[in-house]
């Protein structure tokens, strides 16, 4: 059921329709590729929740309504409005960050079926009916959006995979485990027999998913191929990691995908959030030599324990230093760290922010990981779940970041750590950035539409 859309002449590019959940931190990358793919030629469609058509709009592309998942987060998770059962999960995962990582990547493991694959039956009706209204050449599909990936098998449609956190959430090897991190940074070392209560609940989770995906397929499309392994489960033609290359990293199997990193999906120029963001940082580098962002996303903003041992932190041990804090719908709460070198908001132009800050404490996730890199941004990672625990074991490789444990995290220690960074930039930092300065998301783009241009026919 493959289409192909190019006229005789070829005169026009490719249609592709990007789809996202409706997850900021999903959305706003895949809306920077797909602003790169249109200027690159293509005819370009954002597919997400209502909530992100202005995205498709900055991005230059035409926007499409369309719902993939019940769970939302269109900014600030707690203030995002979502079912009852969705916001009682959300719950239920931010009190397990408090006791610690495998905790935390335990409650995700029980909560991955209604978070990923709530009603796959009902996705395939809607991607099967937004193909027949737009018959793009092919789409992009966000790797994590299982359901959308299951039907786009199923209905035998073209796509590529945009992998939006670290690589190993494309499975590896027949042991890599969907929801255990391949390494751990120094600073947090769970205990073996934890570790193997966490590998368990993965391991039946990758059954439970992979006989999920089999059902479907046999009730909607008896005479494709199998999906098999339901987290293995991507493109066989392009698979774009938003990610370095480093060379630790583990291999992928041979075959006919091809594996693309692109580094990061900053665009090359942020515009100005306007003159009231522009006053608050004359502001803070007036009263201070240094500034310094702490962001630790848009779920992990309500660890407001966190943020104020890191405020305070900073205000003890690092005197010339002023911090900008983005603290979701904790901001009330914190206003009264607010002064003349504190700034408390519930969001910020966090790329923005980057280019004028001299060092970021965020959490690891990985736009805010690929942002710092291309921005050559020093950071103090402090992991709380899913793949953070990956990508700070690979920026303490790389030597392009700090890293320490959040759970019972002490302004001492949050001051002397943020005081260190000040004083000596990473060592891997500026290599690290010129590697990636010619990837991103135009690079990714190009490479993106040549893997997947039409094969000519033969004569």
């Known amino acids: 059921m493959e289409s192909s859309r190019h006229d005789a002449e070829g005169s026009r590019g490719p249609r592709i329709v990007v789809t996202s959940p409706p997850f900021l931190s999903h959305a706003q990358p895949l809306s920077v590729l797909a602003g790169a793919l249109a200027r690159a030629g293509g005819e370009v469609h954002f597919a997400s929740a209502p909530a992100f058509a202005p995205l498709a709009e900055a991005a230059g592309v035409r926007f499409v309504p369309l719902t993939v998942t019940r769970n939302a987060n269109t900014g600030v998770a707690r203030t995002t409005r979502q079912g009852v059962r969705e916001a009682r999960r959300l719950e239920e995962f931010l009190v397990s960050t408090r006791k610690g990582a495998v905790a935390a990547l335990l409650t995700q493991s029980r909560h991955r079926g209604e978070d990923m694959l709530a009603d796959p039956g009902r996705v395939l009706g809607g991607i099967r009916a937004l193909?027949?209204?737009l018959a793009p050449d092919w789409y992009v599909v966000d790797q994590l959006s299982y359901p959308v990936t299951l039907a786009l098998h199923c209905l035998g449609l073209r796509y590529a995979t945009f992998c939006p956190g670290h690589p190993t959430y494309v499975p590896h090897a027949p042991d890599a485990l969907f929801g255990v991190p391949y390494a751990w940074p120094r600073a947090i070392r769970p205990a073996?027999?934890?570790?193997?209560v966490l590998r368990r609940a993965a391991r039946a989770n990758d059954v439970s998913f992979t006989e999920r995906f089999a059902a479907v397929a046999r009730a909607h499309a008896p005479l494709a191929r199998?999906?098999?392994?339901?987290?293995?489960?991507?493109?066989?033609?392009a698979v774009l990691f938003n990610y370095p290359r480093f060379p630790w990293l583990p291999g992928h199997p041979a075959s006919g995908t091809r594996f693309l990193y692109g580094g990061h999906c900053s665009p090359a120029e942020e515009p100005s959030p306007g003159a009231a963001w522009e006053g608050v940082v004359r502001r803070l580098r007036a009263a201070c030599g240094r500034l310094?962002?702490?962001a630790l996303g848009t779920f992990l903003s309500a660890r407001d324990d966190v943020l104020t041992a890191l405020v305070r932190g900073v205000l003890a041990q690092v005197p010339d230093c002023a911090v900008v804090v983005a603290a979701g719908d904790r901001a009330p709460a914190l206003s009264g760290l607010s002064g003349p070198r504190v700034?408390?908001?519930e969001v910020v132009p966090q790329r923005w922010l980057l280019r004028r800050v001299d060092a970021m404490v965020h959490h690891g996730g990985n736009n805010s990981f690929t942002e710092c890199l291309a921005s050559a941004t020093p950071a103090l990672i402090l992991p709380f779940s899913s793949d953070q625990f990956s990508i700070a074991h690979d920026a303490e490789r790389a030597g392009l970041?700090?890293?320490l444990d959040p759970s019972g995290l002490s302004h001492d220690a949050a001051g002397a750590a943020v005081r260190r960074l000040l004083a000596e930039v990473?060592?891997?930092l500026p290599r690290w950035t010129r590697a990636v300065r010619d990837l991103g998301p135009d690079w990714s783009a190009r490479a993106l539409l040549r893997t997947m241009a039409p094969v000519p026919a033969d004569d």
């Open 292 to 294: 310094v962002l702490i």
């Open 401 to 403: 970041a700090t890293c």
């Open 131 to 133: 193909h027949a209204r």
């Open 192 to 196: 073996e027999e934890d570790l193997d």
């Open 343 to 345: 700034h408390i908001a």
């Open 226 to 237: 199998a999906p098999g392994r339901a987290f293995a489960l991507t493109s066989g033609h």
């Open 426 to 428: 990473p060592e891997g």
